[in-house]
């Protein structure tokens, strides 16, 4: 009764109608996944194309209502194959055999393996966002559920274009000539046939800008700001943590006080002090001012995972005769591996990519951290493609570090909860 009442209620509300609702899904995915798929389309080979707008809010409109209405008869790869051929026809058909408004005649496998790739990422994804539409009406679960499948998938298409597009264009810039930027400054194809030569650029900056000794330079910073953190924060957490002293609540909250402050304000007074104390342009320097921006993060990350150990276990190795150092030593940083792990990476991070201490405080070319060496390349007595190089060097490192102790981080954890 109460379903019968429900779905009464939603016939009285018109934006509830399937056809109308997956249509209107299907208009602003198609709309999405044309446009991105253009962009990368000329992004990798340089031609002049554009998205033919109205023709993917018509095509998306009949992928998202053909998709409502053969679901129940069609199912997986047979409702996406049959959803693709509607798509690319009627696509073909309505924009004249010039998908992205360029005759298929230029770029022919380009344009070809591109307008492919789009139909099915605008019918696959329009079959998982519509898999729970019915026929008719929908009620306010259903439709709240489709618009919730849309934003996912439109939320993950957004996040990885901010990424990914940026990333693409710097590191294609990088493996471009002086002429070839000159020639199209727009053109992030890639040319083959130079091959080797195509990194020419990263060679000339090991060779001439002296990045090996930037790179062995940042790693060692970060690796001693790191250790110095972990030194700190540790004890610090774990007595914030655990012992009670007058204003434990009030130190517990003002942690990440200092993070209120902007650096750059900041920045002239540590100018002046490391300058009157001889410590500007020194490393020992850059080691005495990275780890006060990186302990206070690394103490409030600690204290939350440090209250959440049973206090049960550090009470009986008390009892068993250890000291509050031993119970540390032997109980507490066993069991906290995977936080330490986290915030060892975190640290590491951002003493890597710490960019305006380093600017202001480092002179001499010999001792430059690796952003510093990157800001010397943003000059235009330097071509672009060897900044563009620099920033590679200094992002891909970075990223290869986290993305394989992420793994380590997730079996640490899971280890650590099993024990």
């Not at 550090?314 to 591996?337: C, F, H, N, Q, Y």
Request: hydrophobic letters at 55%.
């Amino acid at each position: 009764m109460t379903t019968n009442t429900a779905r009464e209620t939603a016939q009285n509300r018109w934006f509830r109608q399937s056809d109308l609702v997956c249509g209107l899904i299907g208009a602003a995915w198609g709309v999405s996944a044309s446009v991105t798929v253009t962009v990368a389309l000329a992004l990798m080979t340089g031609a002049a194309v554009a998205p033919v707008i109205w023709v993917a809010v018509v095509t998306g409109i009949v992928a998202g209502i053909y998709i409502l209405r053969m679901q129940s008869r069609l199912e997986g790869i047979a409702l996406v194959v049959s959803g693709t051929t509607v798509y690319l026809l009627l696509y073909l058909a309505l924009t004249g055999l010039e998908p992205f408004s360029l005759p298929l005649e230029q770029h022919t496998l380009s344009q070809s393996a591109a307008f492919v790739f789009a139909a099915l990422f605008t019918v696959w994804p329009l079959s998982r966002m519509l898999v729970e539409a019915p026929m008719g009406w929908m009620d306010r679960h259903e439709f709240e559920d489709a618009l919730i499948h849309f934003f996912y998938w439109f939320g993950y298409l957004f996040f990885i274009i901010i990424v990914a597009v940026p990333f693409y264009v710097m590191v294609m810039t990088s493996l471009k000539s002086q002429q070839a930027l000159l020639a199209n400054p727009l053109d992030f194809s890639i040319d083959f046939d130079k091959g080797f030569g195509l990194f020419r650029s990263y060679v000339e900056l090991f060779e001439q800008f002296n990045f090996g000794s930037y790179l062995l330079t940042s790693f060692s910073v970060s690796v001693a700001t790191v250790f110095i953190t972990l030194l700190f924060s540790v004890p610090g957490a774990y007595a914030v943590a655990r012992l009670r002293f007058r204003g434990q609540a009030a130190m517990s909250r003002s942690i990440l006080l200092i993070y209120m402050v902007p650096m750059i304000v900041l920045a002239l007074p540590i100018y002046i002090g490391f300058s009157m104390l001889g410590l500007r342009n020194s490393l020992f320097g850059i080691l005495m001012i990275y780890p006060v921006t990186t302990i206070p993060v690394a103490l409030y990350m600690l204290q939350g995972y440090f209250r959440g150990l049973p206090a049960e276990i550090e009470e009986a190795g008390l009892m068993d005769g250890l000291s509050r150092l031993k119970v540390i030593w032997k109980i507490t940083l066993p069991l906290s591996l995977p936080a330490m792990a986290s915030v060892s990476l975190y640290v590491f991070m951002i003493a890597w990519n710490e960019f305006l201490l380093a600017f202001m405080l480092l002179d001499d070319p010999s001792k430059f951290t690796l952003t510093r060496g990157v800001a010397m390349l943003n000059s235009s007595e330097i071509p672009r493609q060897h900044l563009m190089a620099g920033a590679v060097i200094a992002t891909v490192p970075i990223m290869l570090i986290f993305l394989g102790l992420e793994r380590f981080m997730v079996k640490g954890l899971t280890a650590g909860s099993v024990k």
